[in-house]
């Protein structure tokens, strides 16, 4: 699905990736994770297309991708949320998934004018897809809530639901745990897990809370100090010696060790 090769990317006299290459394989929801400051967010944004990479390639399905722009990619599939949602805070959640669809016959001005009733339909093919999202992410009790009112849990969901309304090939987490409380990140988490399984969506995950990251994500990538350090099941994860170093620190470690 999307193949990271050798990928470098620096800012002044600061390596932030060091030479990262990886898989992520269709079908999968592979986690990211890593002490911070190990290049982890700065991959995510060469991968999206905020930054250019230096060096390296970045394929999508034996497709060279490297360096296309955000609304390239998401012409391509691969669409992003953030750690901190971006909705549009004055429209309802209806309003903000029938915004995400792109070349919207109501957007062109001859279709708006002349052809309104190619307009009225399509728009209510959007609006039919929005609700099955809604339904979905069991959001109807907020879909004509405005946005800008939901909790940051809300907003979370409502940021995946907008995937949900493209045919999207990838997906982008960042730090979809950040600011949740527990409820509602089980039901962020079982979304995700419904997504891959009964849509086969394929998600790459960039998080913090470790609890999540065993649930869904399988495989699981480190990162330290913009490498790629180690690559396999959480279980394997959790008891590597070089990634538990990584995360504690030398010093730390061989305290825990004489202690025990």
């Not at 109501?106 to 099955?132: C, H, M, P, S």
């Not at 399984?197 to 990251?213: G, Q, R, S």
Request: with cysteine; net charge negative.
């Amino acid at each position: 699905m999307l193949e990271i090769r050798n990928i470098d990317k620096n800012f002044g006299g600061l390596r932030a990736v060091n030479n990262a290459s990886m898989k992520i394989e269709k079908g999968s929801i592979t986690g990211l994770i890593g002490p911070n400051g190990a290049g982890k967010t700065t991959l995510f944004n060469t991968i999206a297309g905020v930054y250019a990479p230096d060096e390296g390639e970045i394929f999508l399905e034996n497709q060279n991708i490297t360096g296309l722009k955000p609304h390239n990619l998401f012409n391509k599939g691969i669409l992003r949320t953030f750690q901190i949602a971006h909705e549009f805070s004055t429209l309802t959640v209806l309003e903000n998934l029938m915004m995400v669809p792109p070349n919207q016959y109501g957007e062109n001005l001859i279709y708006a004018w002349f052809r309104n009733n190619d307009v009225k339909k399509q728009e209510e093919e959007i609006r039919t897809k929005a609700i099955e999202v809604i339904e979905f992410l069991n959001l109807n009790h907020l879909t004509q809530e405005l946005a800008g009112n939901l909790s940051g849990g809300q907003k979370k969901l409502l940021e995946l639901g907008r995937t949900m309304m493209v045919d999207s090939k990838l997906v982008l987490l960042d730090e979809v745990g950040a600011g949740v409380n527990r409820t509602l990140l089980n039901d962020i988490s079982d979304a995700i897990l419904r997504l891959n399984k009964e849509k086969n969506y394929t998600f790459f995950v960039i998080e913090h809370d470790m609890d999540l990251i065993e649930k869904i994500c399988d495989p699981v990538i480190v990162m330290a100090e913009g490498s790629v350090l180690f690559e396999g099941k959480f279980d394997e994860v959790k008891s590597n010696e070089e990634v538990i170093e990584a995360y504690l620190g030398r010093g730390l470690k061989v305290k825990n060790t004489q202690n025990d």
